[in-house]
């Protein structure tokens, strides 16, 4: 079982950045695909970004490249998502998941281990 922990969340202005950070809760994930979805309000959850074990991989919804970053450090255990440039339009809970197996899938069901999830909220 993994536990995973989001943080970073918040209220920023449009153009704004935060960086999220994903950290599972007594177990290292550095054999994991990790990824990043979001859900916001009235609409599906979706798929934002993923990242290979090694880091050596990533994969981005068309809607985030270019301004969204995913990243790991399998040293502090801890999978991050650098989101720049935002617009009202990325308001969501966005939460980290986790799966065993190798492959960046976007089918967020192909992950076994969720967390909580952060809100965003892009507003001025």
């Known amino acids: 079982q993994v536990q995973l922990v989001e943080s970073g969340g918040g209220l920023v202005q449009p153009g704004g950045s935060l960086r999220l950070s994903c950290a599972p809760s007594?177990?290292?994930?550095?054999?994991?695909?990790m990824g990043w979805f979001r859900q916001a309000p009235g609409k599906e959850r979706e798929f934002v970004a993923a990242?290979?074990?090694?880091?050596?991989?990533?994969s981005y919804a068309d809607s985030v490249k270019g301004r969204f970053t995913i990243s790991r450090d399998n040293a502090k255990n801890t999978v991050y998502l650098q989101v720049n440039s935002l617009k009202p339009e990325d308001t969501a809970v966005y939460y980290c998941?986790?799966?065993?197996?190798?492959?960046?899938?976007?089918?967020?069901?192909?992950?076994?281990?969720w967390g909580q999830g952060t809100q965003v909220t892009v507003s001025s």
């Open positions: 990242i290979s074990w090694s880091g050596g991989t990533t």
């Open positions: 998941a986790a799966r065993g197996g190798a492959g960046l899938i976007i089918r967020g069901s192909a992950y076994a281990y």
């Open positions: 007594g177990r290292t994930i550095s054999s994991y695909t």
